[in-house]
Every structure is written in C-alpha cells, then in structure tokens.
C-alpha cells in the first residue's frame, strides 16, 4: 500500500487524538478527524492548521497535509491506510468503536488504539479483523514524539513492523511492547517514579516543592514529579493509580490516599488553579 496517497483517520478530535492527527498530516496527506461532536472537530482541524507548518518542517521531507472534520465514522474511516482510537479511556465505548471499525475500515486498514491504559485485547477479542488490529500508545506530540506499540495478541508480524518502519516518516519515535504490559513501557516506570514521590510526601519524609527541585538539580528537567501531575489533572492521576492498585494490590495504599485528599478539596492542579502547588492563573 502507497500510504502517502491515502488518508489516515483519527477517532476523538480531543487533547491527544488531534495531536496525533497533526503528526500524520506532515508529510503531505490527508487527515480525517472523526468526531460526535462539531464543536471539538472544527477546534482539532484549526488546532492541526495553526501547528502544522511549524511541525512538518521538522520532519524529514515534511510537507503541510490537510485535515478535515467528519462527523460520521462509516464516511471518515473509507479509504485510510490507519485508523487511530483516541477516545476517552471507556472501555465500553472502545469495545464499541472497534466493534464498528471491524467492518467500517478498509480491509486492508491498520487498527489503532491510543488507550493509555487498556490492552487492545480487550477489545478486539472475537473481532474477525483482529490480526491487523493493536496498541499505539502516543504521550504528548509534537512535544513528545514517542509512542508505545503493542500487539493485541494476534496482531501480525507483517503490521507490526509495518508500523515500525513507517510511523518515523512522520517523525515519531516507536518502540515495540514485546510482551502485554500494563502501562507499556514508560508509563510503568514514571508510574514508579510519580508513586514513589507520592510516599515520600505521604510518609512526611519531604514536601513537593523539595521533591521537584532535586529532581530538577538532578536530572536537568524543567518540572519535578509534583509540577508534571498537576499539568497532568490530579483527578486523572488518581484514576491512573486506582487502576495500577487493581492489577498489583501489594502497592503501597499512601499515594492513593494523598491524591483523594487534594481531588477531594478539589484541587486538580492547573485546571482548577490549584494542586500541589497554587500558582497557576485560575481557569475561565
């Protein structure tokens, strides 16, 4: 398949989905941004035109694409060489999505899901078009521009390195999973990294500001652990944490308790002017 002549279809015209959605468009293509939504679609297309010529030109042979907002998934995905997942993390609604994408998408259409915490697996079980279906997990681009890729147990060889060879085009980094993995690959180790922070300040041993700016002095990083979750959303970070102590009950119970004392007195960091720290503009 010539790729470059054929459409990429993003699903969720949301924080990441049209992240992901201007990487794919900075090598000349078309993208699709699927949305139920008209309000969020035209905001991704505008977010898309305003950052793509300054992204494309960092990519090797890049070239301004052009985005486009359809509202209907059966139209939106006809034709695409990849359909990326970037719905909120919702099982039910990802089971759904797929479900429809196993007969809406190209037969020949690479599947993606951009779930940050959810094997593919569960919900491409049973589906007839699994084996070309699998994780791609993006963090933040064009900022961060690698991703995680995970099969969903039957995903073939052939799209797997397909993706591999193909997704640093468009100027991303990915890595491959090699074995189902809660969290992936680098969201398991800042997982360790944000936990333990956590404990840390549970235990009384230190406060966040301390944290941060050691972890500033020694790593050379322009945030600490604290800064990054209340850019973050300390609501989601919880989330996060309460679905790690499903899988693994032995983790220590201190960062869940610290996270619901600030989500409780509801200071989620930047979106609500306060968190861990409280000096951010308030929002609205």
């Known amino acids: 398949m010539n790729h470059f002549e054929r459409p990429v279809a993003v699903i969720g015209g949301g924080t990441l989905g049209r992240r992901i959605a201007l ?22 297309v505008a977010f898309v035109e305003k950052q793509l010529p300054e ?21 939106g995905v006809k034709g695409a060489w990849l359909v990326v997942e970037a ?17 809406d998408a190209d ?19 049973g589906l007839t078009t699994s084996d070309r279906m699998l994780n791609t997990h993006f963090y933040m681009p064009p900022q961060s521009t690698v991703l995680d890729v995970m099969s969903d147990g039957h995903t ?11 997704f640093p085009e468009y100027g991303l980094h990915p890595y491959l999973v090699r074995k189902e993995s809660t969290g992936f690959i680098f969201n398991r180790i800042w997982a360790a990294i944000k936990r333990e922070s956590l404990e840390v300040v549970h235990e009384g041993v230190s406060i966040p500001h301390d944290v941060d700016e050691m972890f500033m ?14 850019q973050v959303g300390l609501d989601v970070v919880l989330d996060i944490e309460e679905h790690y102590e499903q899988e693994n009950p032995n983790l220590p119970k201190g960062p869940v308790e610290l996270l ?23 929002q609205g």
């Open 23 to 44: 990487m794919f468009a900075t090598r000349g293509g078309e993208v699709r941004i699927i949305d139920p939504n008209g309000e969020v679609g035209n905001a991704a």
């Open 55 to 75: 992204v494309a030109a960092t990519v090797a042979d890049g070239k301004p694409g052009t985005a486009e907002y359809v509202p209907d998934q059966a139209i």
């Open 87 to 103: 719905v909120p993390e919702i099982l039910d609604l990802k089971k759904k999505v797929f479900a429809q994408l196993d007969g």
């Open 107 to 125: 037969a020949d259409a690479i599947v993606a899901s951009n779930s940050s915490s959810y094997a593919s697996r569960l919900f491409t079980e």
């Open 156 to 166: 073939s060889q052939d799209v797997l390195d397909f993706v591999l060879k193909t």
């Open 217 to 230: 002095r020694n790593f050379g990083t322009k945030a600490g652990p604290f800064r990054m979750m209340d």
């Open 260 to 282: 619901k004392k600030y989500v409780d007195a509801g200071k989620l960091g930047v979106k609500t002017g306060e968190g861990f720290y409280d000096d951010y503009p308030k």
